[in-house]
């Protein structure tokens, strides 16, 4: 169904976007840009709308009504928005609910992370609509800023529209329930947008229910029963999902690992996804992590890492670890040598250290910071000689990326007064709305910053936080380095120890590998996620008991245990085997190996006959996604082997179809990065009646996790 691409909300939202009337101007450019791919995410909406909720109420000649039918499908949709770290996603979400108020949606609900702060900030960034209310669902006094004006807000939804910003905590939500209850919010097409969706959203009962056991708890999570579905028997209906049955539920997150995870009839897994890509000028993963080699020379580390002992953390128990002066030292300099060239920033530039979630711990890093601030005041009242020597390390970082750097004596100058201006700045769920001072700011927190918070003009990150089993979703979150800070990127380090480098690295890389797995694929289909050592993908307590399956790291071949006897379907692999040139018959073992394309490969792996009750790995949904996984380093083709199978029966009770280790070597040597697929016929080669097929993996690769259904 066709959408309105200029209607008056979203042309007006872009206008206050460009003039930065409740943030920082952007450029006509950039607004254009994010307009580009969310009018494809906006007519993606409307059509799933329209198909899986009700026909004829939301599109371009959309009624703007809801009736009181039932939804057209078997389950509510979930549409995914699936962003980066820090990449703007709330400029995506503000001309996404332009486009759908343009398209019939009357109310707009956006959920966020449960922080005044962030609900506050996201409030105001959303007044950049160009037509609806908007309030945030935060009490003002003792009283929401919508009360008193429900009748009016009553009559104009219709007319106007309306937009709710809301934490998503056990007080605001239901508050928020009750008053769009009094609006009669169901009679219109409602969009919620569930930003960190990931985060509080999930049933964090969910493992513990799904046991069985008689000691687990009866219902779901209270996040979970007020977004999705309430099934406490006192509070039955009492959800957004169940309030609104004719809305769309839109997830936004940088780490959707846990949806991916659920089962796939699951309330909350994506039945589809849209992948948001940063603007120009973002840097992610790929700039701060991607080249890091922990073998590497120390003159050939990364332009934005300098590395820290690997005891910081201990050491920050009972006294200030070196690494936190040093990025301290590096700060004060490279601030006051950007503001050469970009002037200061209204709310200055920014040092955060992120050291744990323990706020008592915020208060010792505050007190070390105050201390070494101190001891930096009395170094610039020094002589010359012994402010130059107190500096001349920060210095050589500074210049070895920043090429017209300005003279050490000059800095120094510029600290003397910049340092008048520093301020140490708890942000915990304990500390007010983070107020800037106009020249270094120093950003001390935990579980608050890895969630949402922008942090603009971050020049610095001291980040030692670590678990003994890192969870990706979270530890990913951390990356508040990550962002539009190209125009500056020669300014900016990271200050971690090496294993915290190899750790971002290693989820960067399974990051990408997840992107192009879910790359224009529908979410139906089985998604797989790379999982470094030593870590796991989320929390597993919002996970089904036994649902989550895993491709053990250093596997080195995935089979069926059966082989299932077929002549047609054998017949078709056969044809297919010998269209692209695969010898069938061939007595020399390294003469088998061939390379045909993946789209032949994907033919195979379809084909084959597989029991529908086979006890193996192999899964075609799996296959296809393992397959996806390393498409990059199959552009040019896989590699098929083809041998007889060893028709013998193991004391286990299934086909020895195995192939041995010197296959496995050699299939690794053809294919060093990507697997390559083996197989197996059974009967004459001419006419054989089934074929056992394995995918052999490459040395050293990964473990994956799945969800079995």
């Not at 979970?224 to 006192?234: F, K």
């Not at 071949?557 to 077929?566: G, T, V």
Request: aromatic content about 8%.
């Amino acid at each position: 169904m066709p959408i309105k691409r200029n209607g008056p909300v979203t042309t007006g939202t872009k206008q206050n976007l460009v003039e930065g009337v409740q943030s920082s101007p952007m450029s006509p450019s950039a607004v254009d840009a994010v307009m580009d791919q969310v009018v494809v995410f906006a007519d993606q909406l409307v059509d799933t709308y329209s198909i899986q909720v009700a026909a004829g109420e939301v599109g371009s000649d959309g009624s703007g009504t809801a009736s009181e039918e039932p939804i057209i499908g078997a389950r509510a949709p979930r549409a995914l928005l699936y962003g980066r770290i820090q990449s703007g996603k709330t400029v995506s979400m503000i001309l996404t609910s332009a486009l759908a108020l343009d398209n019939g949606f009357r109310v707009v609900v956006v959920l966020t992370t449960d922080n005044v702060a962030l609900v506050r900030q996201t409030a105001s960034r959303f007044k950049d609509l160009d037509g609806p209310r908007v309030f945030a669902a935060v009490k003002e006094g003792s009283s929401y800023e919508w009360q008193g004006q429900e009748g009016e807000l009553r009559d104009t939804v219709s007319a106007e529209g309306l937009v709710l910003v809301c934490a998503k905590n056990h007080i605001n939500l239901p508050e928020v329930i009750r008053f769009l209850q009094q609006l009669d919010a169901s009679n219109y097409p409602v969009l919620v947008l569930d930003d960190e969706a990931d985060a509080a959203t999930p049933d964090t009962t969910l493992a513990a229910r799904s046991t069985g056991k008689a000691n687990a708890p009866q219902y779901r999570s209270k996040m979970n029963r007020l977004v999705v579905a309430n099934d406490r028997p006192e509070e039955a209906g009492f959800s957004l999902g169940e309030e609104l049955p004719h809305s769309l539920y839109v997830q936004v997150t940088a780490t959707p690992y846990v949806l991916f995870l659920q089962k796939e009839y699951a309330d909350l897994r994506p039945s589809t996804t849209f992948l948001l890509e940063p603007g120009a000028g973002y840097t992610g993963g790929e700039v701060f992590f991607s080249q890091y080699d922990p073998d590497a020379a120390e003159d050939e580390r990364p332009r934005n890492l300098v590395f820290v002992g690997a005891t910081e953390a201990i050491l920050m128990r009972r006294t200030a670890p070196p690494g936190l002066a040093r990025s301290i030292n590096f700060f004060v300099l490279s601030a006051c040598a950007l503001s050469v060239s970009k002037g200061w920033p209204t709310q200055g530039f920014k040092h955060l250290s992120h050291t744990s979630h323990k706020m008592d711990e915020h208060e010792t890093v505050s007190g070390y910071i105050e201390a070494h601030l101190n001891l930096v005041r009395r170094r610039l009242r020094a002589s010359v000689d012994e402010t130059r020597e107190f500096f001349r390390e920060a210095y050589n970082e500074l210049t070895r990326t920043v090429q017209e750097c300005p003279a050490l004596d000059d800095l120094i100058a510029s600290a003397r007064s910049a340092i008048r201006h520093a301020e140490v700045i708890r942000i915990n769920s304990k500390a007010d709305v983070p107020v800037y001072g106009p020249r270094l700011n120093f950003l001390v927190g935990g579980n608050i910053l890895g969630r949402g918070l922008t942090i603009d003009a971050l020049l610095t990150t001291y980040y030692i936080r670590e678990a003994k089993t890192s969870q990706m979703d979270t530890v990913w979150q951390h990356a508040r380095m990550f962002g539009y800070r190209q125009s500056y990127l020669d300014h900016v380090r990271i200050y971690l120890p090496h294993r915290l480098a190899a750790r971002f690295r290693e989820i960067h890389e399974a990051e990408e590998a997840l992107r192009l797995t879910v790359e224009g694929e529908n979410n139906g289909n089985t998604v797989l996620i790379r999982v470094p050592l030593a870590s796991r993908p989320t929390r597993p307590n919002a996970l089904e008991a036994g649902a989550v399956r895993t491709v053990q790291a250093g596997r080195d071949q995935i089979h069926p245990h059966f082989y299932a006897e077929d002549s047609d379907a054998a017949a078709l692999v056969l044809d297919i085997l010998r269209g692209n040139g695969v010898p069938i018959t061939e007595a020399d073992r390294q003469r088998r190996a061939t390379t045909v394309p993946l789209e032949a490969i994907n033919a195979l792996i379809e084909s084959v006959a597989i029991l529908d009750d086979d006890p193996g790995l192999w899964d075609l949904e799996t296959i296809e996604a393992l397959l996806r996984s390393f498409s990059d380093h199959m552009q040019g083709g896989g590699t098929v082997y083809v041998r007889e199978v060893e028709d013998t029966l193991t004391e286990r009770g299934w086909w020895r179809g195995r192939l041995s280790g010197q296959e496995i070597a050699l299939l690794r040597r053809v294919s060093p990065q990507a697997p390559s697929l083996a197989l197996l016929y059974v009967g004459d080669p001419d006419e054989p009646i089934a074929w056992f097929p394995t995918v052999v993996m490459p040395q050293g690769s990964p473990t994956y996790v799945f969800t079995g259904e």
